[in-house]
């Protein structure tokens, strides 16, 4: 149990650490993903740990968190004025 959370752990922090340095254009959906990803992380970790430990609670946890939290960050994108091009570095 122990190693399996570590290497859990060690694998969602090394593709975060990669994931964020993709590019450095304006991304105007980035609350969108973020929404998802986070709802749907939330959402599997409360899912598993209510009723009886299950697969099947969490990924339907996961499911509902990603499509609420998608939804929570797409209303903050559409509410943020659009991004500026300042030229940046050359």
């Not at 992380?41 to 339907?60: E, F, K, P, Q, R």
């Not at 499911?63 to 500026?84: E, F």
Request: hydrophobic share 40%.
């Amino acid at each position: 149990m122990q190693k399996n959370l570590i290497r859990t752990l060690l694998f969602f922090g090394i593709i975060g650490l990669f994931s964020g340095c993709a590019n450095n254009q304006a991304n105007p959906n980035s609350g969108a993903q973020t929404g998802a990803a986070a709802g749907a992380l939330t959402g599997a970790v409360i899912g598993y740990n209510s009723g009886s430990h299950s697969g099947t609670n969490a990924a339907v946890g996961a499911a509902v968190g990603a499509l609420a939290g998608g939804a929570l960050g797409n209303a903050v994108d559409n509410s943020n004025p659009p991004p500026q091009q300042t030229g940046g570095w050359q």
